[in-house]
């Protein structure tokens, strides 16, 4: 090798960039390990995610529409129903088609965004599905909340609910001076019974000045006013749920205010009117009997007097037919009796001859001393129209001419309502319940679920490698390679 040759190797070898050994492998280690915690933390959170999910998809397997036939797909009501589950999809979200029945129901948790207390389930016509609506107790069922006798549509005063669809809009006609108080749907499922109040707008309510009690066309928005009901602007708060009822080919409508039921055509017509007595009222929606020959009342009376602190309501309730051209009671027929409730409502009929009632009992302890013969009907605690207000379960009984009763629907303690669509008594059909699917699932309850499973992978995660930085020993400062040793410019020997 040529001196020229070594001095030129030296030169480009002192001119070379130094790596530091030392740092490139701690710099290396980092990367690896955090390749390898990522790799942990994702691996966890998929892991916690099917576990979330797995439970749900198993169990739910088979509960989307349509995969429970029932009856052969044809309407029926179930021999029992459970609440749905805080995390049941909303009809807007997974709309499962008509239903059978409508509940109010206490879910018994603090409510939230995603978990509400007090909800509304809906549940299928032709198989066991549930879906929710959420009213925050607002709304009971039967009064508030009506169910088309199709199934398809819920009305709950100035909005509706498409249960088919998931859409919810006002109802027509709707505006700032105008609302509408539901009273009964028309058995064509088209057609509303309505108290319509106009008025001024303050804040969010309208203050009623005047109303009327018509028929809306739903289609159309066309409404017929039937009886001017100013003067008693005060005298149906609280009662739409035993106001008003159609015949079932929905040729005539009953309508009561005050002690004084007045039967109208379709074409606005007066056809009669006549007069209760103050313990009496209208049964309910399903008040006409099939041939639409009779109108049913429920009349109540003191009972149970002599069993004190039992907690039974000191009430006793029957049905009563009434001829509706002139009030006379039908002689010879009785049904069963019943007795310890606030309040009994008539939804219809079984096509046997069985009156499907609802049954309202109050919170245990809660018996009142009662006597409708010194009752104010206007201020009675319990009284027409406020026997609702304390209600703690429901049963729905079928009951039976000449005596007998039974129970027609098992529902769980926390029912507080609830409503038949008439078309599934009408076919008479029952069909093993079932308890509500797990899925679908809100959308809400599965963005909560996901970034809480997040978070529970990714805090334990972040907190150990936190742990292991802090103990890791200090780094020794860098130090650079020793000198490289001056090039030799002689050759050796």
Same mark, same amino acid.
Request: aromatic fraction near 6%; proline fraction near 8%; charged fraction near 20%.
């Given at each position: 090798?040529?001196?020229?040759?070594?001095?030129a190797l030296?030169?480009?070898?002192a001119?070379?960039p130094?790596?530091?050994?030392?740092?490139?492998?701690?710099?290396?280690?980092?990367?690896?390990?955090?390749r390898?915690?990522?790799?942990?933390?994702?691996?966890?959170?998929?892991?916690v995610?099917?576990?979330?999910?797995?439970?749900?998809?198993?169990?739910?397997a088979?509960?989307e529409?349509g995969e429970f036939?029932?009856a052969g797909?044809?309407?029926?009501?179930?021999?029992r129903?459970?609440t749905?589950?805080?995390?049941?999809?909303?009809v807007?979200?997974?709309?499962?088609?008509?239903?059978?029945l409508?509940?109010?129901?206490?879910?018994?948790?603090?409510?939230?965004?995603?978990?509400?207390?007090?909800?509304?389930?809906?549940?299928?016509?032709?198989?066991?599905?549930?879906?929710?609506?959420?009213?925050?107790?607002?709304?009971?069922?039967?009064?508030?909340?009506?169910?088309?006798?199709?199934?398809?549509?819920?009305?709950?005063?100035?909005?509706?609910?498409?249960?088919?669809t998931?859409?919810?809009?006002a109802?027509?006609?709707?505006?700032a001076?105008?609302?509408?108080?539901?009273?009964?749907?028309?058995?064509?499922?088209?057609?509303?019974?309505?108290?319509?109040?106009?008025?001024?707008?303050?804040?969010?309510?309208?203050? #009623?000045?005047?109303?009327?009690?018509? &028929? =809306? /066309?739903? %289609?159309? $928005?066309?409404?017929r *006013?039937?009886?001017d009901v100013t003067?008693?602007?005060?005298?149906?708060?609280?009662?739409?749920?035993?106001m008003?009822?159609?015949?079932?080919d929905?040729s005539?409508?009953?309508?009561?205010?005050?002690?004084k039921?007045?039967?109208?055509?379709?074409?606005?017509?007066t056809?009669?009117?006549?007069v209760l007595?103050?313990?009496s009222?209208?049964a309910?929606?399903g008040?006409?009997?099939p041939?639409?020959?009779?109108?049913?009342?429920v009349?109540?009376?003191?009972?149970?007097s002599?069993q004190?602190g039992?907690?039974?309501? #000191?009430?006793?309730?029957r049905?009563? &037919? =009434? /001829?509706? %051209?002139? $009030?006379?009671?039908? *002689?010879?027929?009785s049904l069963?009796?019943?007795?310890?409730?606030?309040?009994?409502?008539?939804?219809?009929?079984?096509p046997s001859?069985?009156?499907?009632?609802?049954?309202?009992?109050?919170?245990?302890g809660?018996?009142?001393?009662?006597?409708?013969?010194?009752?104010?009907p206007?201020?009675?605690q319990?009284?027409?129209p406020?026997?609702?207000?304390q209600?703690?379960r429901v049963?729905?009984?079928?009951?039976?001419?000449?005596?007998?009763?039974?129970?027609l629907?098992?529902l769980?303690?926390?029912?507080?309502?609830v409503?038949?669509?008439?078309?599934?008594?009408a076919?008479g059909?029952?069909?093993? $319940?079932?308890?509500?699917p797990?899925?679908?699932?809100r959308t809400?309850?599965?963005?909560?679920?996901?970034a809480?499973?997040?978070?529970?992978?990714?805090?334990?995660?972040?907190?150990v490698?936190?742990?292991?930085?802090?103990?890791?020993?200090?780094?020794s400062?860098?130090?650079?390679n020793p000198a490289r040793p001056?090039?030799?410019?002689?050759?050796?020997t």
């Amino acid at each position: 090798m040529t001196d020229r040759l070594r001095r030129a190797l030296a030169d480009a070898g002192a001119a070379a960039p130094m790596v530091d050994l030392y740092e490139q492998a701690l710099a290396d280690g980092r990367r690896l390990r955090r390749r390898r915690n990522g790799r942990a933390a994702l691996g966890a959170t998929i892991a916690v995610l099917l576990a979330v999910a797995m439970p749900g998809a198993l169990l739910g397997a088979g509960s989307e529409p349509g995969e429970f036939p029932a009856a052969g797909g044809i309407p029926s009501l179930p021999d029992r129903i459970s609440t749905s589950w805080p995390w049941t999809a909303t009809v807007e979200q997974a709309p499962a088609g008509p239903a059978a029945l409508l509940i109010n129901q206490e879910l018994g948790m603090p409510s939230s965004v995603t978990f509400p207390e007090d909800t509304i389930a809906a549940v299928g016509a032709t198989a066991n599905t549930y879906r929710t609506l959420d009213s925050g107790g607002r709304m009971r069922l039967g009064a508030d909340g009506l169910l088309s006798p199709d199934g398809n549509r819920l009305v709950e005063g100035a909005a509706m609910h498409d249960l088919v669809t998931g859409r919810s809009y006002a109802l027509p006609g709707v505006n700032a001076t105008t609302q509408f108080v539901p009273l009964a749907w028309a058995p064509d499922s088209g057609t509303l019974a309505v108290i319509r109040e106009t008025g001024q707008r303050w804040k969010d309510w309208l203050v #009623p000045e005047a109303a009327t009690v018509g &028929l =809306l /066309d739903l %289609a159309s $928005g066309d409404y017929r *006013p039937l009886l001017d009901v100013t003067a008693q602007l005060d005298a149906y708060l609280g009662t739409p749920a035993h106001m008003a009822a159609f015949t079932p080919d929905g040729s005539r409508l009953a309508v009561q205010f005050g002690d004084k039921i007045t039967v109208f055509t379709r074409d606005a017509t007066t056809w009669s009117s006549f007069v209760l007595s103050h313990d009496s009222q209208l049964a309910g929606k399903g008040a006409f009997t099939p041939d639409g020959r009779w109108i049913a009342v429920v009349s109540r009376a003191a009972c149970c007097s002599d069993q004190p602190g039992q907690g039974r309501f #000191p009430s006793q309730w029957r049905i009563r &037919l =009434l /001829d509706p %051209a002139t $009030g006379a009671e039908r *002689p010879g027929w009785s049904l069963s009796e019943v007795s310890g409730v606030t309040a009994l409502r008539l939804i219809g009929w079984w096509p046997s001859g069985e009156a499907v009632v609802a049954a309202f009992y109050p919170h245990p302890g809660s018996s009142a001393q009662w006597n409708p013969a010194t009752a104010d009907p206007n201020h009675d605690q319990w009284g027409f129209p406020n026997y609702y207000e304390q209600v703690d379960r429901v049963e729905v009984r079928a009951l039976a001419t000449g005596g007998g009763s039974r129970e027609l629907l098992s529902l769980p303690d926390t029912v507080y309502g609830v409503d038949i669509a008439e078309n599934i008594l009408a076919h008479g059909v029952v069909r093993p $319940g079932g308890d509500a699917p797990v899925r679908p699932v809100r959308t809400g309850w599965l963005v909560t679920t996901a970034a809480v499973a997040i978070l529970l992978t990714a805090t334990p995660v972040t907190v150990v490698l936190l742990i292991r930085r802090l103990r890791r020993p200090g780094r020794s400062s860098r130090q650079a390679n020793p000198a490289r040793p001056a090039a030799d410019d002689a050759e050796p020997t």
